[in-house]
Nanobody, 127 residues
Framework: QVQLVESGGGSVQSGGSLRLTCTAS????????MAWFRQVEGKEREGVAS????????SYADSVEGRFTISQDSAKNTLYLQMNSLKIEDTGTYYC????????????????????WGQGTQVTVSS
């Protein structure tokens, strides 16, 4: 079955960097649109960044544009999210997602438009 396992979360001070990793298994990588979402307790899960299966296009939420970079290594079945210049408001649980109905306009993506989810990794940014 499809499995998505995130790692790389942790605690960091404002202005710092983290790189999240999602290791995928159970499907042929480069088949699906892949993405990162995040969720703050009490709020809806929101799309952060997405990448087409062939790296042909990317989409970022306005709040992370210019600070976060999504990438993937198909040979390693791995998705990354490089997060720089982190802000306190970036705090949350970050989820890897696979097989989205659309890879465009990730900020508008609903959670019911995603087929597979990882278990999440916590990112905490402090002042």
């Amino acid at each position: 079955q499809v499995q998505l396992v995130e790692s790389g979360g942790g605690s960091v001070q404002s202005g710092g960097s983290l790189r999240l990793t999602c290791t995928a298994s159970g499907f042929t990588y480069s088949t699906f649109c892949m993405a990162w979402f995040r969720q703050v307790e009490g709020k809806e899960r929101e799309g952060v960044a997405s990448i087409e299966s062939d790296d042909s296009s990317f989409s970022y939420a306005d709040s992370v544009e210019g600070r976060f970079t999504i990438s993937q290594d198909s040979a390693k079945n791995t998705l990354y999210l490089q997060m720089n210049s982190l802000k306190i408001e970036d705090t949350g649980t970050y989820y890897c997602a696979a097989d989205l109905q659309s890879c465009s306009f990730i900020a508008n993506m609903r959670t019911d438009e995603v087929k597979y989810w990882g278990q999440g990794t916590q990112v905490t940014v402090s002042s």
